[in-house]
């Protein structure tokens, strides 16, 4: 029986659920290549697909954004500071 080497990522090591994460993403469209930035609060993180959780409000709407964090399309991701409340709980179903 193989054994797989995990490949630990520094990134999901440091960051909690509680955060606030600035990710900067690129998107392609029609021969178009634009980066974003995208700040929200970190609600979800999963250890073993290596997935993030961020949510936000935008102009009164509420925008989930799910982020895995081995895929190319990913520059940058940057922790801002702690949110003001303190958070103890793996996922936070409410804000």
Do not use: A, W
């Not at 995990?6 to 690129?26: D, F, R, T």
């Not at 935008?58 to 922790?79: G, Y």
Request: charged share 30%.
């Amino acid at each position: 029986m193989l054994k797989r080497n995990k490949i630990k990522n520094p990134k999901i090591e440091i960051i909690k659920s509680g955060q606030l994460i600035n990710v900067k993403y690129i998107i392609i469209k029609n021969d178009e290549i634009k980066i974003l930035n995208f700040i929200g609060l970190c609600v979800l993180k999963k250890k073993k697909n290596l997935t993030l959780s961020l949510k936000n409000l935008i102009k009164k709407e509420v925008v989930n954004l799910i982020i895995n964090l081995q895929s190319p399309i990913i520059l940058k991701v940057n922790i801002i500071n702690k949110y003001k409340k303190k958070y103890r709980l793996n996922k936070l179903y409410y804000k």
